[in-house]
């Protein structure tokens, strides 16, 4: 089982839609969480950290379930600039110490007029 | 400029061959990632270091592998006897201590194995 697991997509949605994303991650006692955000052929970029309460930056929201494992990223009012890759990233895992970031393989957004 | 440096930004070479890629951190940035990155797939975990020393080097694939941050600056990593299967791109990011999960990446190295 891989240590952190996103859906791949890609998701096409029309402008204006919500989307939600979902990641499990295999390690109870993983410390943080974040969701990074990559463009195609660019370097990924930290989107938003995620907080045990949920968290909500604009249109995007983060949600942690630390029983399940479960970690969420739901955008609102989707625009076609949201077209990107995202990736759920979790901060210390059974395999390395930790400061070790792991990331999902990302999962493919596209927004359309 | 502020941001990771990385060099070079493609390189091509034969199997075989030896391969050295260099990642310049953000000024005072103590922590120091490798990660590569094959299309379709997120960022796979090589190395990271605190300082001069590797902190984890848990995701080296196998001893062909190699990293040194000898001032605790400047990065390199080093793929001897290259194969066709480590074509990807190979990603540098730097972190201060203390910041928590915001990792500053280079813009990456593209790697061709022929």
């Known amino acids: 089982r891989k240590e952190v697991e996103q859906d791949p997509g890609p998701f096409n949605v029309p402008e204006g839609a919500t989307v939600a994303f979902n990641c499990t991650y295999s390690n109870s006692a993983s410390q943080s969480f974040f969701w990074y955000r990559q463009d195609c052929r660019k370097e990924p970029k930290l989107l938003m950290s995620v907080y045990s309460s949920g968290n909500e930056d604009g249109r995007f929201t983060a949600q942690l379930n630390r029983a399940s494992q479960y970690i969420s990223l739901l955008i609102r009012d989707s625009k076609l600039s949201d077209s990107a890759t995202y990736l759920c990233v979790v901060k210390g895992t059974l395999t390395g110490g930790g400061n070790k970031l792991t990331f999902g393989t990302g999962t493919q957004l596209k927004v359309e007029l | 400029g502020a941001g990771v440096s990385q060099t070079p930004s493609n390189k091509v070479t034969e199997k075989g061959k030896y391969v050295e890629l260099r990642c310049d951190p953000i000024s005072g940035h103590t922590a120091l990632y490798w990660y590569r990155q094959s299309l379709g797939q997120g960022p796979e975990f090589l190395i990271y270091?605190?300082?001069?020393?590797?902190?984890?080097d848990s995701g080296l694939p196998n001893d062909r592998f190699f990293a040194v941050r000898p001032e605790g600056s400047v990065s390199t990593l080093k793929i001897q006897r290259t194969e066709r299967g480590d074509s990807a791109v190979y990603l540098c990011a730097s972190r201060p201590t203390g910041s928590g999960g915001e990792l500053f990446f280079g813009e990456g190295s593209r790697l061709t194995v022929l």
């Open positions: 270091f605190q300082g001069t020393g590797a902190a984890d």
